[in-house]
């Protein structure tokens, strides 16, 4: 089902126009720019989008291929696909659960929407963008009945603390308001929980390969769900992040 939601943001005191909507071929050139400038150099420019996975995403799932406009021009995407996930076992890595990107391995039967990755131009991020999309994506999940938004937050902060706490103390410390985490206090804000620590989720010196699974559940889900635990010890067990 196409997605279209027009609105407007604020830049201090000035409304601007935005829309979100499904990205679609005519975009690539420029979500590939978008990339390079979230991703600049020493990132290399090899693991930023290419037209052979931005083709899959509006191929195998368009639903879930999201970019925002502002004033007409194109500021940022969000793109996820669909997986059968068990919370009993959550162990997994980027390039598993995402097919590297290609997101080869969608399920339209499966019951989590799970986010491959977001992107938004650093000069317009002042806006709040990221959470309009993730707010966008929300409405994806209940308009197919899923059970819930999930995907990995790096822990960009971690590797300054990592000599004092493990990577779970670290997200509990953020969660007490100790200090913020430029993902995770993110993700927060947008409404996600954490749910697990998963070690060797993806290449990432900042957050010592760790990533922090953050889920969105479903309010209209009938399936009896726990309320949220604070995180002790380990949490529940065990690109491109969010």
């Given amino acids: 089902m196409a997605y279209k939601s027009e609105f407007y943001v ?5 409304p601007v126009p935005v829309v979100i909507r499904n990205y679609t071929r005519d975009d690539f050139e420029e979500l590939i720019k978008i990339q390079s400038e979230c991703f600049p150099p020493p990132f290399p420019s ?11 995403h509006v191929t195998l799932f368009p639903e879930g291929a999201l970019c925002i ?3 007409g021009q194109l500021a940022g995407s969000l793109t996820g696909l669909c997986v059968d996930f068990n919370p009993a076992n959550p162990s997994h890595t980027w390039e598993e659960i995402t ?6 391995n969608h399920n339209p039967e499966g019951n989590t929407l799970y986010i ?10 002042k806006l709040g963008l990221g959470k309009y999309l993730m707010q966008a994506m929300y409405q994806v999940v209940i308009q197919r009945r899923l059970d819930r938004l999930l995907g990995g937050g790096r822990m960009p902060g971690f590797y300054k603390k990592a000599d004092k706490m493990t990577a779970s103390q670290y997200v509990e410390a ?15 804000r947008c409404g996600r929980i954490p749910l697990s620590i998963v070690e060797n989720y ?7 390969n760790h ?15 726990k309320s949220p635990t604070p995180i002790s010890g380990e949490i529940n067990g065990n690109r491109y992040p969010i």
Wanted: charged fraction near 30%; glycine fraction near 4%; hydrophobic fraction near 40%.
């Fill in 10 to 14: 604020f830049d201090q005191e000035k």
């Fill in 46 to 56: 090899e693991l930023w989008w290419n037209k052979e996975q931005l083709n899959n």
């Fill in 69 to 71: 406009e502002v004033n």
């Fill in 99 to 104: 097919d590297s990107g290609y997101i080869g």
């Fill in 116 to 125: 491959v990755d977001i992107s938004v131009r650093p000069r317009v991020r």
């Fill in 174 to 188: 953020v969660i007490q308001g100790e200090f913020n985490d430029p993902i995770i206090t993110f993700l927060l």
């Fill in 202 to 208: 993806l290449d990432d010196e900042e957050s010592l």
């Fill in 211 to 225: 990533a922090v699974l953050m889920e969105w559940k479903n309010p209209f889900n009938f399936i009896q769900q």
